[in-house]
């Protein structure tokens, strides 16, 4: 049981580069959700999935995509990476308020 | 999720109590209030959840008075381990399916 798992764990892009981010449960939780955060700042919310085929916008959905691929896999995708998009992204899963568990993060560095 | 306010940061000697205070006014009758805990490069993770009086664990304690309009996590005796970000969530329990946002939490720095 691996729990939530995220890959890249870092990664350097130049600006207008595409990238994927993935992420991955394996604890059948339906809904699955992408932050990010910023150096000294609190976590804002990129997008979620309440369940498998279905996504809605958070916080700060501008310049990011999401695909359900299916229960486990919930990946955010940046099309044309922006220096403003360097941040560390946080990967989660959960079932209820008290049991939302987060990936390790993927530090994003866009030059 | 109902909106929280609280403080930005907090500094702590190091063996002292240290009490967190969360406002939630809009507090429905089935939201439950449940504090995260975020250490450097790490995800957040759950401490703590109640509904209303006191909730008492290994880690903390959460004091609700009876209107529910805020909350307050107390950790006892902090030490240095303790320097965090902490997040007060207020909303339903169970079920999933929500937008769950964090705000900007309280930086709790533990002074030796």
């Known amino acids: 049981n691996a729990g939530v798992t995220q890959t890249p764990k870092f990664q350097v892009l130049k600006t207008g580069q595409s990238m994927t981010l993935q992420c991955a449960q394996d604890m059948n939780h339906n809904s699955m959700y992408w932050y990010r955060q910023d150096p000294g700042m609190g976590l804002r919310l990129i997008y979620y999935s309440a369940s498998e085929g279905t996504t809605d916008k958070g916080e700060v959905p501008n310049g990011y995509n999401v695909s359900r691929l299916n229960k486990r896999e919930f990946s955010l995708r940046l099309e044309s990476a922006a220096p403003s998009q360097t941040s560390v992204y946080f990967c989660a899963s959960l079932i209820g308020l008290d049991t939302q568990y987060f990936g390790p993060g993927t530090r994003l560095t866009v030059l | 999720l109902a909106k929280t306010t609280q403080p930005i940061s907090m500094d702590s000697y190091e063996g002292q109590e240290v009490n967190i205070t969360c406002s939630h006014n809009?507090?429905?009758?089935?939201?439950?209030i449940t504090w995260y805990q975020q250490f450097p490069s790490q995800g957040p993770r759950f401490i703590i959840q109640g509904y209303k009086t006191k909730v008492t664990n290994e880690v903390a304690s959460l004091f609700i008075p009876a209107d529910r309009k805020s909350s307050t996590l107390s950790l006892p005796r902090v030490s240095l381990s303790d320097t965090a970000v902490y997040y007060c969530?207020?909303?339903?329990?169970?079920?999933?399916?929500?937008?769950?946002?964090f705000g900007t939490g309280t930086k709790l720095q533990v002074i030796p």
């Open positions: 809009n507090i429905a009758t089935n939201d439950y």
């Open positions: 969530l207020v909303g339903p329990p169970s079920g999933g399916y929500q937008k769950v946002t």
